[in-house]
């Protein structure tokens, strides 16, 4: 019998850990992969929000009732994510590589992209200010500090030299967080949340997360680490379901990345090779047991504005700081510290630029007409209205709106029509390709022209210099 045996606290803290080290791991590995031989763009690959309805489903699922042990029901559930994210993984594959995604991409016109890179972003608000807001003594003048340091600071600075200018555009964010997050941790060591309610204390104090206590000095996550994955048809096609938005949202993300990094409109056939290479993350989140499939960073094309780096170099090295981090458990663990609400107040910020990046594809169409008003006003209120009506109805009623005798569809309907983003691009394509069709004025009313010569590699000799050639962006733009 060992000495000692591991409580489920314990238990629970090391499990968090080994979570989110396979997420770093797995993030890592990705950003390589799409940086190198994807999209070639400037984007970081994590994990994704489009997932937590599909994991929590497959985590509360009545099959995993039986098992009373808490390890053992968290090692099942980890099993039944990861066949499910790797059979999901086949759907993006096959439409990025057979070329099958670059079909609904050259549907996409300026005036379409609009509702879709801008939902992007405001379809996250939640996880901006509503964070914040869970300990405004924290978030509050991390937002302040932020836009202080990023927007008014530099403009300051313009007249005195391009230096000190350079400097707070580039280090805003480290700088911000070098300053509050000290700042939370003398008020956690003064005492100011001892006798607050756990949820305070969870958000606010920076010695609460657990995971410096549960993480290794030195793991290196491997595939299949919590057992054989399990597959379940329901699960799976769920996990499909939101793959494919996630797929959907990325291609938004690439757009608004392409843009903030000074690089021409990606091809389709790029954004379909990029897609591909996003269905092997997906594939390698299953194998490593990431708890969570992948997309496009919006938090990093907000911070390719907030920098003014376009840079795939700087991309790549963060992603070997990734994988460091998250082999080395007790470093990343100090990182992972940061309280939650210093993340929110930098949401604000991150991702208000990745919505006006779609806000900016404006400039492309005729707002003059009744027909582009029509279009991006309609599908941007559906897109918002859509999935809050979805999530009241999950709130009030337990199930989704959608109710018939197979339970995979319900769930699939309800991941579908719970995503911004998607709805609203539904909505614009739709309607971009059907209304006024046939009008003289209708494919310069929606900006097709101006993407004209980017839709292929030998009509505009940029997009073969920045996607094909070594160096990629970085050769032509280390910076806007």
């Not at 609400?341 to 930098?346: K, L, N, Q």
Request: proline content about 6%; overall charge positive.
């Amino acid at each position: 019998m060992p000495k000692h045996m591991p409580s489920a606290l314990e238990f629970k803290k090391r499990e968090k850990a080994e979570v989110i080290q396979t997420l770093l791991f797995v993030s890592g590995v990705n950003t390589l992969l799409q940086t190198l031989f994807g999209t070639r763009l400037p984007v970081v690959i994590g994990a994704s929000y489009t997932f937590v309805f599909p994991i929590l489903s497959v985590v509360l699922a009545d099959r995993y009732s039986i098992y009373v042990d808490p390890h053992d029901r968290f090692e099942r559930s980890m099993r039944g994510i990861q066949g499910a994210l790797m059979i999901a993984s086949i759907l993006p594959i096959l439409a990025g590589f057979l070329g099958v995604w670059r079909i609904f991409v050259r549907l996409l016109s300026p005036l379409s992209s609009v509702p879709l890179i801008t939902l992007v972003g405001l379809g996250l608000y939640t996880h901006g200010f509503p964070q914040l807001a869970h300990c405004v003594e924290i978030g509050l003048p991390e937002l302040i500090v932020l836009i202080i340091l990023a927007e008014y600071i530099p403009h300051w600075f313009k007249t005195k030299g391009a230096i000190f200018e350079r400097f707070f555009e580039r280090y805003a964010v480290l700088l911000s967080i070098a300053i509050i997050w000290p700042y939370a941790a003398l008020l956690t060591a003064a005492g100011a949340y001892k006798n607050r309610p756990p949820n305070t204390q969870f958000s606010c104090r920076v010695d609460r997360s657990g995971l410096l206590e549960g993480a290794s000095w030195i793991r290196f996550p491997y595939p299949w680490q919590w057992g054989t994955p399990t597959v379940n048809a329901t699960d799976a096609f769920i996990m499909m379901a939101a793959a494919m938005i996630a797929l959907v949202e990325s291609t938004g993300t690439f757009k608004a990345a392409s843009r903030y990094g000074s690089a021409t409109p990606p091809p389709p056939s790029v954004l379909s090779r990029g897609a591909g290479w996003l269905g092997i993350g997906f594939l390698l989140d299953g194998l490593f047991g990431a708890a969570s499939g992948s997309t496009a960073s919006v938090e990093n094309v907000g911070l390719l504005a907030v920098t003014r780096v376009g840079s795939r170099r700087v991309i790549q090295i963060s992603a070997v700081f990734m994988l460091f981090f998250s082999v080395l458990g007790k470093f990343g663990a100090i990182l992972a510290s940061i309280p939650l609400p210093i993340f929110g107040a930098m949401y604000c910020i991150l991702f208000a630029y990745m919505s006006s990046a779609g806000l900016g594809l404006l400039q492309f169409c005729n707002l003059n007409s009744f027909r582009t008003k029509f279009i991006i006003g309609f599908s941007i209120f559906m897109g918002l209205s859509v999935p809050q009506y979805f999530n009241e109805y999950m709130v009030t009623s337990g199930r989704g709106p959608v109710h018939s005798s197979s339970a995979w569809l319900n769930k699939t309907m309800q991941v579908v029509f719970t995503s911004p983003a998607t709805v609203a691009a539904i909505i614009a394509v739709f309607l971009d390709r059907t209304v006024a069709r046939k009008h003289s004025s209708t494919r310069t009313d929606s900006g097709s022209h101006w993407w004209e010569k980017f839709r292929y590699f030998d009509t505009d000799p940029r997009s073969a210099e920045f996607y094909s050639l070594p160096g990629g962006l970085t050769k032509y733009f280390p910076s806007v």
